[in-house]
């Protein structure tokens, strides 16, 4: 299987520095996103809350029904961007007032180009081994994933497929991958695990992906040891220098995750989050000049996605204290929240 990352780099940027806005307030923005075309409700949704530009509250991922809130919310306004993979990303402002705020309705419209994962068209010696029965209930859960974007669907599809050959692990990951899109990541690690522990480590998708499920818990010693052993299985797979960065800035250990950003950056220049975390591991090392470069190649490469606002308001913030200070008076990120990529 090629890399599944084209649908978890959604889940892969967070803020750049992890402040947030005042908690006061007892305001909430609530509502429901739907699929524009059908109308049906889409969990799995990641929302952000934007106020000025900047996070106003941690990301939240839609329920199954499609619903979502943000609680203890000052009046003012604020921007709501909603992001699935297989869909254009869309935002809605909202004004929260002294009577509170409307529900919120978004409309995600399919992206003709966008695909949750891509699999494999090669045959590798293991999978010559299945059986003909095993292989067509797994080709049938891919296009259901791949093709029409029906992950729930695919599921009873990759089971089939592990009935019928039990080590079947490539089926396991199917299933993994479409519960996290699902947003039901609880299924989505226990499958994943099923897939590392039957092909004895030596699969690389379901190791990095669950250093990504890892990363965004915020269980950064489990992501770093994952992310470790998929650099093992190999070394110029982008996705698993890229989780270790990750880890390593959750880590706060600076140095290591510059070395590992850099390395990903390396393979993957083109990436705009690989220039994310690069940035955090720079502003772990107090290195503004850097950050500031690495904002800027995100910024070429991603002027108008649902972070650059954010980004770009980071930036010029940084450049100013830089231009208006010695570098070493810019102040670190807060350490009671670390950055993450």
């Not at 806005?21 to 996103?33: E, M, Y």
């Not at 990541?185 to 522990?197: G, V």
């Not at 250093?211 to 489990?222: H, K, L, P, V």
Request: overall charge negative; aromatic content about 6%; some cysteine.
């Amino acid at each position: 299987m090629r890399s599944a990352l084209a649908f978890l780099l959604i889940f892969a940027i967070a803020p750049i520095d992890g402040t947030l806005l005042a908690q006061g307030g007892g305001h909430v923005i609530s509502g429901i996103v739907r699929d524009e075309g059908s109308n049906r409700p889409l969990g799995g949704v990641k929302l952000e809350l934007l106020s000025s530009g900047r996070p106003a509250r941690p990301s939240v991922i839609s329920g199954m029904e499609g619903d979502f809130a943000f609680t203890g919310l000052t009046n003012g306004e604020y921007s709501v961007i909603a992001t699935k993979t297989g869909y254009d990303p869309a935002t809605v402002s909202v004004t929260v007032m002294r009577t509170g705020a409307e529900p919120v309705m978004i409309l995600l419209h399919p992206s003709a180009s966008a695909k949750i994962m891509s699999l494999s068209s090669a045959v590798s010696a293991h999978e010559l081994s299945v059986p003909e029965r095993a292989r067509g209930f797994y080709e049938k859960g891919r296009k259901l994933l791949e093709d029409e974007n029906k992950p729930a669907e695919a599921i009873p599809e990759f089971q089939r497929a592990v009935e019928a050959y039990p080590s079947y692990y490539e089926a396991y990951t199917g299933v993994g991958v479409a519960n996290y899109h699902l947003g039901k990541f609880r299924e989505a690690e226990d499958a994943l695990l099923k897939a590392i522990d039957l092909s004895e480590s030596k699969s690389l998708e379901p190791l990095y992906l669950l250093a990504d499920i890892c990363n965004g818990q915020r269980r950064y010693q489990d992501a770093e040891l994952l992310s470790r052993r998929a650099i093992v299985l190999d070394e110029y797979a982008w996705n698993g220098h890229f989780e270790l960065a990750r880890a390593l800035v959750g880590l706060r250990r600076g140095t290591e995750a510059e070395t590992s950003a850099l390395r990903a950056r390396e393979l993957q220049p083109n990436n705009p989050p690989v220039h994310l975390v690069l940035a955090n591991a720079h502003m772990l090392e107090q290195n503004y000049n850097a950050a500031v470069q690495d904002f800027d190649a995100y910024l070429s490469l991603e002027p108008n996605g649902p972070l650059s606002p954010a980004v770009r308001q980071k930036r010029e913030q940084l450049q100013k204290q830089l231009q208006s200070t010695p570098q070493t008076a810019v102040p670190a990120p807060p350490s009671a929240n670390p950055p993450k990529p």
